[in-house]
């Protein structure tokens, strides 16, 4: 437990300083010092800077809040359309619940990747790189919910057979009424389905960014710094460009610690 | 939970085994006095009359026999299979007399007969052979062999350069065509292993002997790795498991420099040019005002003088590079054209040329004279470091004025899908690789009505007057047969291009390469096959 609440304080703590350093005044993630690139850790720039000169702590910095915002709302998204579905399931009948369950299925059968990567490329050239990267998030709200659908299909059906749901009904609760005893019980399921999909947000962001497909330029993105792991020829330049995995991991393990209690 | 815990990690894991690519790699042994390196793809064909991409050119230029061979040295066309070669004062007969006691591979005798043959098969339509287009009408073309060691080729029409095309054209036995298995080059194909390895061995009936009289080549063989992994290229030749490595990016040349000392060498500005053009066709989908900036002189102009190509060449290539202003390179000294006067560097300039064209600034954002604001997207094409960088240079160096710069990767075939046929674009940043020095072969880039014009292909009529007097100017270099007149009309066409910006040049990339100090007989040139190109003289150092 004690372990769960450090991690937690981390994660805002991490976010925190992450924020800071992008707000702080003077730094930019896109400025580039032509006359420093692959500089050295130094008072101006205390992770170096990258290849075009731009600060790497502030881009960093950016990207994790990025990641972690969009692919927190993205969750919160996809958690909610699940939350829907899933109910709407559990108290339909027949055929209808039978259509929700097999659309669930379908999309679960989706070679979500490869769709995603048809989006991203369709979208217009002239899409901004804030704009890609809210489109990004949305279109893995939109793929992400199915799987947690199922969870909370079942969840609700666990609910509404439940001993003291049965008790109400038979004490006069309307069939109208009970779904506002059912939602707030959900919630101990729907908010692990929530934890568990910021990270994995975040990892599809990021593999995106590592297929060329992610966050536009000069937008800092996590898979477009992870690729620089890709050259050999980078790591001599300097070691600076194993910080954004570094933090990349820490955030993954912290969210982790915060599942597991979850 | 423990689905999540193994989801993520297996999705972190998934994603070094996308960026972890530096595995070991393993290759094929190495045959006693076999020369070995690497090229990016399988070749698309062994057949040597239907080469169309590098892979393949390779391995027709390691094994095809030429009439005339074009010295990447120096420049000039050498005797090869002929002995001596003529051409008539009209330019339309070449006769070539074929040397004595000429070999194929397999032994058998290589005559005049076969000589016409190769050459008729290239004429063919049916062959489909993109060399026949040099001829201007291979189909009227006439060939004859009027005894076992004359070759007599007739041609409708004067062709420029004439004798270098038969330095494409391979030889190869009449009516036995064998895919590089017979040849009356120095090597054969031997083995072919589809995504592994093309082997080629040596020709034991090869013509040419060195000064001392020993027979050519040297080598035993050559193993041709398919690899197209730059990382994985680089840690092999560090092992010495390759001999050398012929296009290295600037950073992995940094690497090698640093860990191989002298292995690693820039060869200096290449004869290829990057650089960045506006969709200004008609054709396209593009809103109307927005064709009307890409259209304007003044607005490609002050992109040109807003970029600054030294921060290209020295943050993007590390150096590697030379800021370029011109589609020939120094490199080409014949036909550079020193004297240019081309829009360098000047931001005021730029800033004071659009406010003249009716650009105005709301704040510290540029706008076209009806209020739209400024913002185009440049594409490159993904997975290109040096363009990827040199893109975002130029995305800092436009918002200096007051434009909104995007910039877009694509994978190629999605960015030629654009280029070629939907013509769905504002602006794209791509190289141009230039095999010939000769201008007369970019008359498919400058002539207006040719579907390689960039920026508006295929026009029906030159679009603007400076357009049609380029196609003037190219079509005057190409057919007139005095030098001083071949060389005003190029220098003209630089003018023009300098002066109206249709393509924004960037950098000449310099040649980077990498030779292992093993390697004996190296003598690096700028044209293709750099490296190599005397491949029969190659050798290890230690073998026989």
């Keep these: ?262 | 939970m423990h689905f999540v815990r193994c989801s993520v990690i297996c999705a972190v894991a998934m994603q070094f085994a996308v960026l972890g690519t530096s595995c070991a790699g393993q290759v094929a042994p190495r045959l006693p006095g076999e020369l070995v390196w690497t090229i990016g793809y399988d070749p698309k064909t062994f057949d040597p009359a239907k080469v169309d991409d590098i892979d393949a050119e390779t391995v027709r230029y390691l094994t095809s026999g030429v009439l005339l061979r074009f010295d990447r040295l120096t420049q000039k066309v050498e005797p090869s299979l002929a002995q001596s070669w003529s051409v008539s004062p009209d330019g339309k007969t070449v006769m070539f007399k074929l040397r004595a006691g000429l070999r194929f591979s397999d032994g058998s005798s290589l005559t005049s007969r076969d000589a016409a043959w190769s050459i008729r098969r290239v004429l063919l339509p049916a062959t489909g052979a993109p060399v026949a287009d040099e001829f201007i009408s291979p189909g009227n073309v006439t060939v004859e062999s009027p005894d076992s060691s004359t070759v007599i080729v007739h041609l409708p029409q004067r062709v420029i350069g004439i004798d270098k095309v038969f330095d494409e054209i391979a030889i190869e036995p009449a009516d036995r065509p064998s895919e590089g298995r017979i040849t009356s080059g120095p090597f054969v194909v031997s083995e072919y292993r589809r995504s592994q390895f093309v082997r080629l061995r040596r020709n034991p009936h090869y013509y040419e002997r060195d000064s001392s009289g020993v027979v050519l080549p040297y080598a035993t063989g050559v193993r041709l790795d398919i690899l197209n992994n730059t990382e994985q290229e680089a840690r092999l030749f560090l092992r010495g498991e390759y001999d050398l490595i012929d296009h290295l990016p600037p950073d992995y040349f940094e690497m090698l420099s640093k860990q191989a000392g002298s292995m690693a060498r820039d060869l200096g500005p290449s004869l290829n040019t990057e650089q960045m053009w506006f969709n200004q066709s008609p054709a396209s989908p593009l809103p109307a005002w927005e064709r009307e900036w890409f259209q304007d002189r003044a607005f490609r102009v002050a992109v040109s003088q807003a970029i600054r190509r030294d921060d290209l060449a020295r943050i993007a290539y590390l150096g590697h590079a030379t800021p370029a202003y011109s589609f020939i390179s120094p490199s080409n000294s014949l036909w550079y054209n020193p004297n240019l006067s081309a829009p360098h560097t000047d931001v005021a300039a730029a800033r004071s040329a659009l406010s003249l064209a009716g650009f105005r600034w709301n704040g510290s954002k540029l706008a076209d004279a009806a209020g739209h604001p400024i913002q185009f997207s440049i594409l490159i094409n993904a997975g290109n470091a040096a363009r990827q960088k040199m893109a975002t240079l130029i995305q800092q160096d436009l918002a200096a004025l007051g434009m909104e710069v995007n910039v877009v990767a694509l994978d190629f075939p999605a960015l030629i899908e654009r280029l070629m046929h939907t013509q769905d674009y504002e602006a794209c940043l791509l190289g141009l690789e230039n095999v010939d020095p000769e201008p007369n072969a970019m008359m498919n880039v400058w002539l207006s009505s040719s579907p390689n014009h960039q920026w508006d292909p295929s026009e029906k009529t030159p679009a603007t007057p400076w357009e049609a007097e380029i196609d003037r100017e190219m079509n005057r270099q190409a057919t007139s047969l005095n030098d001083t007149v071949r060389k005003q009309a190029v220098a003209r066409v630089q003018q023009i291009v300098a002066d109206q910006q249709p393509f924004i040049y960037l950098v000449y990339p310099n040649t980077l390469v990498a030779i292992s100090p093993r390697l004996q007989g190296v003598e690096p040139a700028l044209l293709e096959p750099e490296l190599v190109w005397n491949v029969e003289r190659l050798r290890l150092q230690g073998s026989q």
């Design chain 1, 1 to 262: 437990m004690r372990f769960h609440r450090l991690a937690v304080w981390l994660l805002i703590g991490l976010a925190g300083v992450s924020l800071a350093a992008v707000l702080a005044p003077g730094a930019s993630y896109s400025r580039q010092d032509r006359e420093q690139p692959f500089a050295a850790a130094s008072p101006s720039h205390p992770a170096g800077t990258d290849a075009l000169g731009r600060d790497r702590l502030v881009r960093t910095a950016a990207a994790l809040v990025l990641s972690l915002a969009g692919a927190s709302a993205a969750a919160a998204l996809t958690t909610a359309a699940a939350a829907g579905v899933g109910a709407s399931a559990a108290f339909a009948t027949g055929a209808g619940r039978w259509l929700i369950l097999l659309f669930c299925d379908i999309f679960l059968a989706l070679p979500w990747l490869f769709l995603l990567m048809m989006v991203r490329s369709a979208l217009p050239l002239t899409t901004s790189p804030a704009r890609s990267a809210a489109v990004t998030f949305l279109i893995l709200a939109a793929l992400g919910w199915p799987a947690c659908a199922r969870a909370v299909y079942s969840g609700v059906l666990e609910l509404k057979n439940a001993d003291w749901m049965l008790q109400a009904r038979a004490a006069g609760l309307r069939r109208s009424q009970t779904l506002l005893h059912v939602v707030p019980n959900l919630l101990p399921l729907l908010l692990p389905q929530f934890l568990v999909s910021v990270p994995a947000f975040v990892i599809a962001e990021a593999n995106l960014g590592a297929l060329g497909l992610g966050i536009g330029e000069p937008l800092p993105s996590w898979g477009g710094m992870l690729l620089e792991l890709d050259n050999s020829a980078m790591l001599l330049q300097t070691r600076w460009v194993y910080f954004p995995v570094v933090l990349l991991i820490l955030v993954l393990v912290l969210m982790e610690a915060i599942l597991v209690e979850a």
